[in-house]
């Protein structure tokens, strides 16, 4: 019941944009943060960005500080990663999921969210 799915990836050439989204159903969306990962070929899940549920409060890894903004929508029940300046190592599938409510400290870490959802591919290439 529990959905949320990532969208709006494609194909851009270095120094591009997307914004991608993230819908989210089955739940209390503004009970739960939001994270953004990121999945490189041959690397590791990374986290990207984090937005907690109310406050607005954002987080950022320095590798997009600057060039990538998190927002959301709580009446939408959306949550968006606006991504600038995309450089080749952006290229990732990039997966949103919903932090879990007893996430105490670190709003980047994957061992603090769940439900996650199918990623979009985001290729950054000239």
């Known amino acids: 019941e529990v959905q949320l799915q990532a969208s709006g990836g494609g194909l851009v050439q270095p120094g591009g944009s997307l914004r991608l989204t993230c819908a989210a159903s089955?739940?209390?969306?503004?009970?739960?943060?939001i994270g953004w990962f990121r999945q490189a070929p041959g690397k590791e899940r990374e986290g990207v960005s984090a937005?907690?549920?109310?406050?607005?409060?954002?987080y950022y890894a320095d590798s997009v500080k600057g060039r990538f903004t998190i927002s959301r929508d709580n009446v939408k029940n959306m949550a968006f990663l606006q991504m600038n300046d995309l450089k080749p190592e952006d290229t990732a599938v990039y997966y949103c999921?919903?932090?879990?409510?007893?996430?105490?400290?670190?709003?980047?870490?994957?061992?603090?969210?769940?439900?996650w959802g199918q990623g979009t591919l985001v290729t950054v290439s000239s």
């Open positions: 999921a919903r932090r879990m409510i007893w996430g105490s400290y670190d709003y980047m870490s994957l061992q603090e969210y769940e439900n």
């Open positions: 089955g739940f209390t969306f503004d009970d739960h943060g």
């Open positions: 937005i907690a549920s109310v406050s607005g409060s954002t």
